[in-house]
């Protein structure tokens, strides 16, 4: 007999939910936007400036919400007219017929039903007498703030910063605008701006006063950000201090503020407001192809080991796994380093490091050790250059036999960085350059090995949704005969890293005697067409040429192979993870084998 009850009270449910659901859209607020026909290109603008607008498509907006919403468009649909270059607006809004500005948040009725905006522009301003002063010599307003442009607030704010900026440059940090007058003419549809500037003294930098730092000595955090006290004040010197202290990576935050007014003596102090970063971390990655096996690696970084903001990492890494071959084994690495900033001046810091290898590739083994110490310098944002010196060693087994070498190593590199972004450039190129001289001491003679890496990147269409990619390697070795250079400085093509679709490491040179090397020198050639897809998804068709050579430079007689493919990319938002399918387009195996690459961030 229970039946029955239970499905009256379902019905009940139903019908209740419908009374609801039809109410709560009989409640749903009605908004209208009117403007005249002429100024319809501004209904964007508008729209986009109102907050009663947003607060009348929620349905759970409360009626006093809307009131205090509408309220304060008033003020916010005349700035974005005023923006716009229109000085005499006439603007209305009525909730239920009444013009919000006479109600009252507190004596809001249950529902509103509708809510009208009723805009009228008025005509558009032009700038008539347009100054700003003083300026300091050799500096004009921009040519937007001049008679006849449009009025713009925008302009006007513009042109105040662009003066307080140039008094800054020369050393004025106070310098503010003082006063303004602007006058708008109806009749003449004109608006006079007089803008006027109070430069200040000209100030040097006081002292650096530091706020935050926890483990990071004061001292060593003035030091770091090298603001040359004394010298008349610069914000570049601000921004290039700022830069330095977030480059040693110890600090999540870095931010300078100016005290509110100078020292008697003229100058100014700054304090830097510093957060640290937890002072270790550890990171893993992986990495996967069809040819090359698995690679996986790990880390472990102390960011300030001495309360200096010294870094000192050690990482490990197993590559070539389950490649299945027996002339391709599993390789290991083992690396420390220590790199101190600022020991001899803010720009250059002190790095030292050490590694030991033992590699198993396909045309050689090797076993070897290296112990580096040198200076890098910064040159800005985007340069670098570095010189060390070091002493390495070898024990190499190869179809020359098994060989020993000792070197005295004096690497020297230049790097230059003007990508867009690291792990998914769009604009922008990247150069890196290394020359290594090397003594030899033990199984071959002193010599020069260089190696360059240049890439270009080029953003097509809308959004860039289109981006086309080229990369450039070249590696030399000049000096020892070719069978007197140690095995991992000579140059193989094949893989990941240079010719996608052919097997890792597969082309080198081939002596008259039948030994297979690599070479003294190569030469590789890279191109990608980068398209974005719905969403998060990309595309990329891909084609890689190389060249390699017994002698010091290719030549049009140098062995070489080629391999094209297509790839898939979905970007997660720290950079896009690869997935790229090749074929060999040159060899005996031309169009047949296929090769996979997995990895995080664009090949190049």
């Known amino acids: 007999m229970a039946l029955p009850l239970i499905r009256l009270t379902i019905l009940r449910v139903l019908v209740l939910g419908a009374a609801l659901a039809f109410a709560s859209a009989a409640q749903a607020l009605d908004f209208r936007l009117a403007l005249p026909p002429n100024a319809e290109d501004l209904r ?155 430069p200040g003294p000209r100030l040097r930098f006081g002292r650096l006063l530091v706020s935050g730092a926890e483990t990071v000595s004061a001292k060593r955090i003035r030091k770091i950000a090298g603001l040359p006290e004394g010298s008349v004040f610069d914000p570049e010197d601000l921004d290039r201090a700022v830069a330095r202290l977030r480059r040693t990576g110890t600090f999540s935050s870095v931010a300078v503020t100016e005290a509110d007014t100078p020292s008697p003596d003229g100058t100014l102090d700054v304090t830097v407001q510093l957060q640290e970063n937890p002072p270790r971390r550890f990171g893993f990655g992986a990495e996967l192809s069809s040819e090359e096996g698995g690679t996986v690696s790990a880390y472990w970084l102390h960011r300030n080991l001495l309360g200096g903001a010294e870094r000192f990492r050690v990482g490990a890494e197993i590559s070539g796994i389950g490649t299945g071959t027996k002339d391709d084994g599993e390789d290991y690495l083992v690396e420390f380093r220590f790199r101190r900033p600022a020991v001899i001046d803010s720009d250059t810091d002190f790095f030292a490091g ?36 070091g002493y390495r060693y ?31 450039p769009a604009r922008g190129y990247y150069l890196n350059v290394e020359t290594m001289p090397f003594a030899g001491l033990n199984g071959t003679e002193s010599g020069l090995r260089l190696t360059a890496d240049a890439r270009a990147y080029r953003a097509l269409g809308e959004d860039d949704r289109v981006v086309l990619a080229g990369r450039l390697q070249f590696g030399s070795v000049m000096g020892p005969d070719i069978t007197e250079v140690m095995p991992e400085d000579l140059f193989y093509l094949g893989g990941g890293g240079t010719v996608r679709g052919q097997d890792y490491q597969s082309l080198g040179v081939t002596l008259p005697g039948g030994e297979e090397v690599g070479g003294r020198s190569f ?82």
């Open 44 to 198: 964007g603008s508008i729209r986009g400036a109102m907050l009663s607008a947003t607060a009348a498509e929620d349905p759970d907006a409360a009626p006093q919400d809307i009131i205090a919403a509408a309220q304060a468009d008033y003020r916010r649909i005349m700035s974005a007219l005023y923006e716009e270059g229109y000085f005499g607006p006439e603007v209305s809004i009525r909730i239920d017929g009444r013009e919000a500005a006479t109600l009252s948040p507190f004596e809001a009725p249950a529902r509103i039903a509708t809510l009208e905006v009723e805009v009228t522009p008025g005509p558009r301003f032009r700038f008539g007498r347009a100054e700003i002063a003083p300026l300091p010599p050799g500096v004009s307003p921009r040519e937007s703030f001049r008679t006849g442009e449009r009025a713009r607030l925008s302009v006007m704010r513009g042109a105040a910063r662009g003066g307080i900026t140039a008094w800054r440059d020369i050393g004025h940090a106070k310098a503010e605008l003082s006063e303004q007058r602007i006058v708008a003419m109806q009749p003449e549809r004109r608006l006079n701006a007089d803008l006027r500037l109070a």
């Open 354 to 389: 050490a590694g030991f290898e033992v590699i198993d590739d396909p045309l050689f083994e090797s076993d070897k050790g290296q112990i580096l110490a040198g200076l890098i310098h910064t040159f800005g944002d985007e340069f670098e250059a570095s010189a060390s010196l």
């Open 394 to 424: 070898a024990s190499t087994r190869d179809d020359l036999g098994s060989r020993d070498f000792s070197q005295i190593i004096l690497p020297v590199t230049a790097k230059l960085d003007r990508r867009d972004d690291f792990l998914d």
């Open 523 to 604: 030469l590789a050639l890279s191109a990608e067409v980068r398209a974005k897809l719905r969403g998060a998804f990309g595309v990329v068709g891909f084609y890689d040429l190389g060249y390699v050579s017994d002698e010091s430079f290719p030549d049009g007689g140098s062995a070489n192979q080629a391999g094209a493919g297509i790839g898939l990319r979905y970007n997660t938002g720290i950079g896009p993870i690869r997935v790229d399918l090749a074929v060999p387009t040159t060899g005996p195996k031309a169009g047949e084998d296929i090769f996979f690459y997995i990895g995080i961030g664009q090949a190049f």
